[in-house]
């Protein structure tokens, strides 16, 4: 019988538990595999801990360094990104490509734009480039130090509730995060996300030489809209855009092998094109 999505993130734990690193007062957890290899910093978005990209961590296994990291439950946004710019320093992974999806991939632009001479390379995923505005849609209009963490949880599960019924993996995906919702994010945790992305200041233009930079979107993304995506390419001007038509908001979860295969073209482990032909977009199926 085919493992569900649930079931492969388990046994990956089972293997890599995710462990506390503290820094500046924050307590982080990471996942780090690897030895050898170009280096690569996992940053998820609100619903993942570090074990999320599980699929990626695995199948780079071996010829890459990868650390994948779970956000602490204090800080602000710019605290994080200079704390992810420690821990590259402190894992010996100056030069490394940053990869972050969603929230992460707010964390990452900033970490980039504040400390090129650390990193070796951008992939802003599935994310936008501005939150001017964000503090008038739930639920970041909310008192987050104040409203019950039930109800920040019902709303993420009511979210969720379209994606539970889906056939196949989409349905899988959203029985995946229905666990981080109901408690594997702590409270201090999930509301510590969405205050650092509502008061996240605005980001400062990108040094990184173009050439390193990437984007990640999908056709049905619903969290992210076209407006969002078109956004993030103009401010970015990325060597090149990788499209899902369809992924939704978590393409390394719905097409796991397509987006390792872009992430081995971006560390240099595959030839351009070799996954993703050069000036095309993927566009695969659900």
């Known amino acids: 019988m085919m493992q569900t999505l649930i079931e492969k993130r388990e ?9 506390p690193r503290p820094r500046g007062g924050r307590h982080w957890g990471m996942i780090r ?15 993942g801990r570090a074990d999320i990209f599980f699929h990626q961590t695995r199948a780079l296994a071996g010829r890459a360094r990868v650390v994948a ?9 710019e605290d994080w990104a200079a704390d992810v710019a420690g821990f590259a320093r402190d894992e010996g992974m100056e030069n490394a490509v ?21 990193f070796g390379g951008l992939v802003a995923a599935n994310t936008l480039a501005s939150v001017q505005g964000i503090g008038t849609v739930p639920p970041y209009a909310l008192d987050l130090d104040a409203v019950p963490i039930d109800d920040l949880r019902a709303g993420f599960l009511n979210g969720l509730a379209a994606l539970r ?12 995060l229905v666990r981080e919702v109901e408690g594997r994010i702590p409270e201090d ?37 076209p407006e969002m995506r078109e956004a993030v390419r103009a401010a970015l001007r990325p060597a090149r855009a990788f499209r899902f038509e369809t992924g939704t908001h978590f393409p390394y979860l ?8 872009m992430l081995e073209e971006v560390l240099g482990l595959a030839a351009p094109g070799a996954h993703w032909p050069e000036g095309a977009l993927v566009t695969p199926g659900p």
Do not use: C, N, W
Request: glycine share 10%; charged share 20%.
């Open 11 to 19: 046994a990956f734990t089972q293997e890599h538990a995710e462990e």
């Open 33 to 47: 595999t690897g030895e050898d290899g170009p280096a690569l910093i996992l940053l998820p978005g609100t619903l």
């Open 69 to 77: 990291l779970s956000y602490p439950g204090s800080g602000t946004l």
């Open 98 to 118: 940053l990869l972050g999806s969603s929230l992460g991939g707010y964390v990452a632009q900033r970490a980039v734009a504040e400390f090129p001479q650390v």
């Open 165 to 176: 019924d889906a056939p196949g993996v989409v349905g899988e995906l959203a029985a995946l």
């Open 189 to 225: 945790e999930m509301r510590a996300r969405l205050k650092a992305l509502k008061h996240a200041l605005p980001l400062p233009e990108q040094s990184l030489s173009p050439d390193r930079i990437f984007t990640v979107e999908s056709g049905d993304d619903h969290l992210i809209t």
């Open 254 to 261: 719905t097409h796991p092998e397509s987006y390792t295969g």
